[in-house]
């Protein structure tokens, strides 16, 4: 074929041998998202796809990987980088910054869904465009609303279905508490420097807290035991922490707390979490996020502290799936028409434009040609009814209205067609 999809990327459509690639299932997930965010009172922002490239680099740290290895970078035609964004938090924030949205309240709670781009090895539940929701909560740095977000995260696991999956917690604290974490780490690691993944080498120097990200075995084995951030936290943020637990256990939130999560961005304090399933292989994060008091000031906005996390659709659509979880039926029309012959075929045509016009779902089957096949093509579309129109029905003005989940059937005479499907409509 000429033609092919670039390695990576996939499409998503009305039918797939795939199941996480047929459109209804993103459609209701999607629908899930949306009520969800309405109950918590969260509002939707949209940003670009590209943005400067700068300001992945400044907002997603220049030393992580999304920033070093996996931009998806290109010049316009003026010579100017741009690159399509990796994540969405760098991209809202300058939003918020830009429109001055600080002055329009003081709690902002934002949420947005759509693709991400990230030059990264192609494999399941990896993808060069891939999808996300995310939330960004600005303007309060207290461990309540750390909590509620923890709780809209879980329920919206619990909405879908999905049973195998756990939330891992942590706090990596204020800056002194990582300052001196910092210390303590460096010096553990120091003896051990030879025996650690290149990988974490390399981290040593720039970012040593993310070699406790590490998913090397060498590094496993050595940061076994590894200083507990814990053990670090100033008292401050020692107190955010309790208090979080304390009232995650009382919203009946399991947690289990790992003091080596860290997260892969670097702008976060205090808490950190991630959700993994306990069903999918290699890539298990669904989701996770955290803290961040000092992103919006250091990108040139006001000094407000926010939370924010972000979770997959893929891997979550793909855990749903191996987990087996119900999807609502793809919905097909209220009515199929089946004309057989011109004179029929005019007709449905005038009667479709007419119950369309009030509201109501209709498809024909322009090429009808025998009842049986019709049917089954309305079965395989999810057809409420199927409306005949034969020569029989034709001659005798008279339409033959079959319910095809209840496989009843009704001879309806033509005046009192419309009344009669609208009747049947608007009583659902
Ligand atoms: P991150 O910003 O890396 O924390 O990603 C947030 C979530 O997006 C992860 O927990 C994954 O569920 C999902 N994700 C990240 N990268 C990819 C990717 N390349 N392909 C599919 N999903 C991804």
Redesign the pocket.
């Known amino acids: 074929m000429k033609y092919q999809i670039p390695k990576g990327l996939f499409d998503i459509l009305p039918y797939s041998k795939e199941s996480f690639k047929e459109t209804f299932r993103w459609q209701y997930l999607e629908s899930v998202i949306k009520k969800l965010m309405g109950d918590y009172n969260f509002e939707e922002i949209r940003v670009p796809i590209f943005e400067k490239t700068d300001l992945f680099l400044r907002g997603v740290g220049e030393i992580t990987d ?1 920033a070093s290895k996996e931009l998806y970078t290109f010049l316009d035609k003026a010579k100017r980088s741009m690159s399509l964004r990796p ?1 969405g938090t760098a991209s809202v924030m300058r939003a918020f910054i830009e429109n001055n949205l600080s002055q329009e309240k003081k709690l902002h709670k934002l949420y947005y869904t759509g693709p991400m781009f ?1 030059y ?1 090895r192609p494999q399941k ?3 060069r465009q ?1 999808h ?1 929701l995310g939330i960004e909560v600005i303007g309060e740095k207290s461990f309540e609303i750390d909590a509620e977000v923890i709780d809209m995260l879980i329920t919206l696991f619990k909405r879908l279905e999905i049973k195998h999956f756990k939330l891992l917690i942590n706090s990596i604290g204020d800056f002194e508490t990582r300052t001196n974490y910092k210390k303590a780490l460096l010096d553990f690691l120091k003896p051990n420097f030879e025996n650690l993944s290149e990988e974490s080498q390399a981290r040593f120097d720039k970012n040593p807290m993310r070699i406790l990200d590490s998913k090397d075995e060498r590094d496993k084995k050595i940061l076994k035991e590894v200083p507990s951030i814990l053990d670090f936290l100033s008292s401050s943020a020692k107190k955010h922490f309790e208090n979080l637990l304390n009232l995650l256990d009382k919203l009946d939130i399991k947690y289990e707390v790992d003091s080596k999560l860290v ?3 670097d702008y976060y304090d205090d808490t950190v979490f991630e959700i993994i399933s306990e069903k999918t292989g290699a890539q298990n ?4 996020g955290g803290r961040y008091n000092s992103l919006l000031k250091s990108l040139g906005g006001p000094d407000l502290p926010g939370i924010g996390f ?3 659709l ?2 979550i659509l793909q855990t749903m799936i191996e987990e087996d979880v119900y999807f609502p039926k793809k919905k097909g029309p209220f009515i199929y028409i089946i004309p057989i012959g011109e004179d029929a075929k005019e007709y449905a045509i005038i009667l479709a434009k007419d119950l369309r016009h009030h509201k109501i779902s209709v498809d024909i089957d322009l090429n009808a040609k025998k009842i049986q096949k019709s049917l089954s093509l309305a079965d395989k579309l999810n057809a409420k009814n199927a409306l005949i129109l034969a020569d029989n029905e034709m001659n005798q003005k008279v339409a033959s209205f079959k319910n095809l989940e209840k496989r009843e059937q009704n001879e309806i005479k033509f005046e009192d067609l419309k009344n009669f499907i609208k009747n049947k409509f608007y009583k659902l």
């Open positions: 999304i994540e990230r990264d539940g990896r993808y891939h996300q997260r892969g961005l994060s669904l989701g996770g972000a979770c997959g893929e891997r």
